[in-house]
């Protein structure tokens, strides 16, 4: 154990484990809105994700830029980021709207068991992923760098770039934003009663089928911008990324209560922290068996996940 390494880079671990987590937690906010309504795991969610960063990716090449162009001007490069984020906003909710009336409703109108949910999301999953992979030969594709990765300032001592600041800013924003939007407008309460109770809330003149709807819309629109800040703090994107990512993303909404829109960004953040400074202690080779370790650990002493399970219940 490298004590000493992970002392020493302390600070840098716990920037660019937060800057990591934010991803998480974005791609989070699609598995535990789903949950927190049907009760059920979207494993394609991993692939919706996908979809937004290569949606954002092939906007950016539309403009004619590669991952050898150089951008300057702040003006232009926000036009180019705020263009990427809109499509790959849009992509990624398309997509899950497809999930939703393909994969999932179908299954809904016939009661069909849990399991076949299940097997459906995980077809759906692959079938999307291979999808990306013949339409880009199974290549890397890369971004064009945007965003400098050169430090801005520094907060006792630890150098903070502008892409940390996009990534953790962008992440704070859309679930402020998200969190407004479950509690404060009609839908928002439409969604909370669903979750609350689907048939009580079908006999008060909720529409279940739009709620659920406007549920994978507002997830995948979460996924697609982290999609695009994936995009740009990674520079290099391929079609079988999102099993991994996603992955780590229904740990992170595990680990903070899934069905708790804010224990989604909670739980996002301590799992790229801690699996940065498990890096940090044991090697690179270690992160991905320290997100899982922590997953395991903290459910056998709190199943519920750090701050329970609550969009149905009065909730988010």
């Known amino acids: 154990m490298n004590f000493d390494g992970l002392f020493s880079n302390f ?8 800057t990591q987590g934010a991803i998480y937690a974005l791609v989070a906010l699609g598995y535990t809105l789903v949950y927190g309504v049907l009760r059920l795991i979207n494993f394609a969610h991993s692939e919706v994700f996908i979809a937004g960063a290569f949606a954002a990716l092939w906007t950016w090449n539309g403009f004619g830029l590669n991952q050898d162009s150089q ?13 990427a984020m809109i499509v790959a906003a849009v992509a990624s909710a398309g997509t899950a709207t497809v999930i939703e009336r ?24 692959i079938a999307i992923a291979e999808a990306f992979g013949v339409w880009t030969d199974r290549r890397p594709q890369g971004a064009p760098a945007l965003v400098s990765s050169k430090p801005l300032f520094e907060v006792a001592g630890v150098p903070i770039d502008a892409i940390q ?5 962008a992440a704070l ?6 969190d407004m939007f479950i509690n404060r407008s009609r839908v ?3 969604i909370r009663a669903v979750a609350q109770d689907a048939n009580t809330a079908a006999l008060m003149g909720v529409n279940k089928d739009r709620i659920i709807m406007m549920v994978f819309i507002a997830g995948g629109a979460m ?7 994936y995009d740009v703090r990674i520079q290099t994107l391929t079609y079988s990324v999102g099993f991994l990512l996603g992955l780590k993303a229904f740990t992170a909404a595990v680990l903070g209560g899934i069905g708790n829109l804010r224990g989604a960004l909670l739980g996002g953040l301590l799992l790229g922290v801690v699996e940065n400074y498990a890096s940090g202690l ?22 519920t996940g750090l701050l329970g399970e609550s969009l149905g219940r009065a909730r988010a």
Not at 71 to 83: E, K, Q, R
Not at 165 to 169: A, D, F, N, R, V
């Open 102 to 125: 393909v994969a999932y409703r179908p299954l809904r109108k016939r009661n069909a068991p849990p399991l076949a949910f299940l097997i459906t999301a995980i077809g759906a999953s």
């Open 223 to 229: 996924a697609g911008v982290a999609g695009l800040l």
């Open 188 to 190: 928002g309460r439409g």
């Open 11 to 18: 600070g840098e671990l716990t920037t660019t484990g937060l």
């Open 282 to 303: 044991f090697g690179s080779e270690w992160k991905d068996f320290a997100a899982f370790a922590l997953l395991v650990v903290l459910l056998m002493f709190r199943p």
């Open 173 to 178: 924003v859309m679930m402020i934003g998200l």
């Open 165 to 169: 600041l996009l990534t953790i800013g």
């Open 71 to 83: 951008v300057s001007g702040l003006g232009t490069i926000i036009f180019y980021l705020l263009a």
